[in-house]
């Protein structure tokens, strides 16, 4: 299920010229649909082994943990010529922490106690289209597509 918010935070900042990763611990075989749908430009998720068309039980390297989320930010980062502090990250759990840390704006998204202590914001009620007014983007200004 997508989060609430999501199709308007990400592609209001795209149409903005922002570059959107979803990085997640889960797997591409839903990730991928999820973030295509919302409107990220990249998807970094665990994939799965598959022997023989059966799924093999084991998962391709590297895995996707707090390491790799901070490494896809740090990345990126670099590659687009991004300085730290215009980038922003969301996560909710523990290993989204080493991510949050290294955003110019680390943001804890209905998080547990360990991912808001070490977030410089956090959004305890509503939906992440409240990061688009912390931006000063009103929403008869956001992406048509995300609206609806």
Not at 3 to 28: D, E, I, N, W, Y
Not at 72 to 96: H, K
Not at 125 to 145: E, F, M, R
């Amino acid at each position: 299920q997508i989060m609430p918010g999501a199709k308007a935070l990400v592609q209001t900042m795209a149409a903005r010229g922002a570059h959107a990763v979803l990085v997640s611990g889960g797997f591409t075989r839903f990730a991928e649909p999820v973030g295509a749908e919302i409107g990220f430009h990249k998807v970094v998720a665990n994939i799965l082994d598959i022997e023989r068309g059966v799924l093999a039980g084991t998962v391709t390297d590297p895995i996707v943990d707090s390491a790799r989320k901070r490494h896809e930010l740090e990345g990126a980062m670099t590659e687009r010529g991004i300085a730290q502090a215009m980038t922003m990250a969301v996560g909710d759990g523990a290993n989204d922490i080493p991510m949050i840390e290294a955003a110019g704006l680390g943001v804890a998204y209905h998080a547990k106690e360990k991912a808001r202590a070490a977030a410089d914001a956090e959004i305890r009620h509503g939906d992440l289209s409240v990061l688009l007014y912390a931006q000063g983007i009103a929403s008869k200004d956001w992406a048509t597509t995300a609206q609806g």
